[in-house]
């Protein structure tokens, strides 16, 4: 999936040739749309919430954050919300301070037992490849206590990072995407 929409967004991209460099949060947002979509037989019982600064990346780092966004978010659709439970699963994307960018993915699910996430031994290989990553970023990925499981990816924006955009902040909350009108659009605050 992150394949798919990366090409389309790299084809798309300005027109005058530059594809150095993407808005993650447009990418990031069709990234996540598509996989709830395909994933998510009752949108009614999980909702999804996006909220993503538009920031530039350059390719060398908006591939590896797809990568670990896909398998985060996949994470959550995955294993959050077993026997029916209702829910909400929310992604961030935004700098949190000058130079330090972050991506988080938020549940209010069954939550992960605390210490079990970001080891480089872990049995899973989604989550070995997503350590790996965090790695070759200079990231740090860290669970953060509270309902649900919460994981905060941070890495530095200046081996990658060609803006900052503030003129547009994306938003979205819907519990179906596919048949909401921001699914092709992000309202705007």
């Known amino acids: 999936m992150p394949a798919k929409v ?47 600064e538009p920031v530039e990346l350059s390719m060398d780092q908006a591939v590896p954050c797809a990568l670990i966004l896909n398998e985060l978010f996949s994470n959550a659709l995955k294993h959050a919300f077993h026997d029916g439970r209702k829910g909400k699963i929310r992604v961030l994307f935004r700098e949190t301070e000058p130079g330090v960018l972050e991506l988080a993915i938020e549940d209010n699910g069954i939550g992960l037992p605390v210490g079990s996430f970001g080891d480089r031994d872990a049995k899973s290989l989604g989550l070995r490849i997503v350590s790996i990553l965090t790695g070759q970023l200079g990231g740090s990925l860290e669970q953060e206590a509270g309902p649900g499981t919460r994981i905060v990816f941070r890495f530095p924006a200046s081996c990658g990072v060609v803006s900052i955009m503030p003129e547009r902040r994306d938003t979205a909350e819907t519990e179906d995407p596919s048949k909401s009108a921001t699914a092709a659009g992000l309202k705007q605050p």
């Not at 084809?11 to 749309?33: K, M, P, T, W, Y």
Request: charged share 30%; aromatic share 8%.
């Open 6 to 52: 990366l090409k389309r967004r790299w084809r798309s991209n300005d027109g005058g040739g530059r594809h150095d460099r993407i808005d993650f949060s447009e990418f990031a947002c069709e990234l996540v749309q598509g996989l709830y979509s395909a994933t998510v037989s009752e949108p009614s019982r999980i909702s999804l919430e996006v909220d993503l």
